[in-house]
């Protein structure tokens, strides 16, 4: 489930002049699902809009040796007005901290004895911290943080590990400065953090114990996964596999996906309406049926694939 990772406002929407004749409304031409097209990146067009604006998907957090950013890439963000990504640009480190801590309350009190013994456990034989250097450092921490701290502590995980990891988030951003472009979002961090405080102790206890009871081997069997399949540029396959590993948390795809999916599309449409505008998210986003790729066909856009 930790591999897997990393509001709505109303807009009104530009009124389309109508030339010559009588115009008919059509219906949108939604692509099937699973979609037989492979691309990460795609160029949004129709609805009148008159600039080009593309929507690429990213993996927050990916090994170097898979962290894929051809050339073309580059040229096609430096050509855009604007970068978008999830949030307007990466907080700095002392920002990121406070960000991870808990407002009140202890990470443990989300956790019955048996579950605190399970994860102390674990620590104990995955990691090379003692019992007291873990609970002195993830006391006050979210779970949803400590989860993905356990996931890059495993000593077992030949792909643990922060120093061989890449984002595509902040080479994007690093570019984007470089250029001059404007940097925006589509949710605020607080707005994110929000979707994990929305969530019952239940389900933020069980994204813990679901990273603890994986073991190392099917940890990198999920990792090698994503990457054959973001190498593979196979969107709906990266949903579904996010869609299965959140089956055991009902509510979990609503809050994680689905909706903030739905929320995202008034803000992309008035973006891609005003400026050329070069939208990243995680991949996980795009694909599936309430996908941001299908929802935009309904409302009428074109996505056409871009090969990379």
């Given amino acids: ?166 984002s595509y988030e902040v080479e994007l951003e690093k570019i984007a400065k470089e250029k001059k472009l404007q940097i925006d979002g589509l949710e605020t961090v607080d707005e994110q953090l929000g979707f994990f405080d929305g969530m019952s102790i239940e389900q933020q206890s069980e994204m813990v114990m679901m990273t603890i009871r994986g073991d190392s081997t099917s940890g990198e069997d999920e990792t090698s996964k994503i990457y054959e399949l973001y190498r593979a540029q196979d969107l709906d396959g990266l949903y579904e596999m996010i869609a299965e590993g959140t089956n055991s948390m009902e509510g979990m795809q609503d809050i994680l996906l689905d909706n903030r999916n739905k929320n995202w599309i008034p803000k992309i449409e008035q973006m891609i309406t005003e400026k050329s505008t070069f939208i990243a998210v995680g991949s996980g986003h795009l694909g599936g049926p309430n996908g941001v790729i299908r929802l935009l066909e309904a409302r009428g856009y074109t996505l056409t694939p871009v090969e990379l």
């Fill in 1 to 166: 489930m930790s591999k897997l990772f990393f509001l709505l406002t109303n807009f009104i929407l530009l009124l389309l002049p109508f030339l010559g004749s009588k115009a008919t409304a059509q219906e949108p031409t939604i692509r099937p699902y699973p979609m037989h097209e492979r691309a990460i990146l795609w160029q949004i067009e129709g609805n009148g809009i008159k600039t080009k604006s593309y929507i690429f998907g990213t993996v927050h957090l990916i090994d170097s040796a898979n962290f894929y950013f051809p050339k073309k890439l580059e040229k096609i963000l430096s050509k855009s007005d604007v970068l978008t990504m999830e949030i307007a640009g990466i907080p700095d480190a002392g920002d990121a901290m406070g960000l991870m801590l808990l407002k009140e309350g202890s990470f443990f009190d989300y956790f019955t004895p048996e579950q605190t013994d399970s994860i102390i456990t674990w620590v104990k034989e995955h990691t090379s911290f003692t019992e007291k250097t873990f609970r002195m450092m993830a006391g006050k921490m979210r779970p949803f943080v400590v989860s993905q701290l356990l996931t890059e502590m495993d000593k077992k995980n030949p792909n643990a590990g922060m120093k061989s990891k890449k």
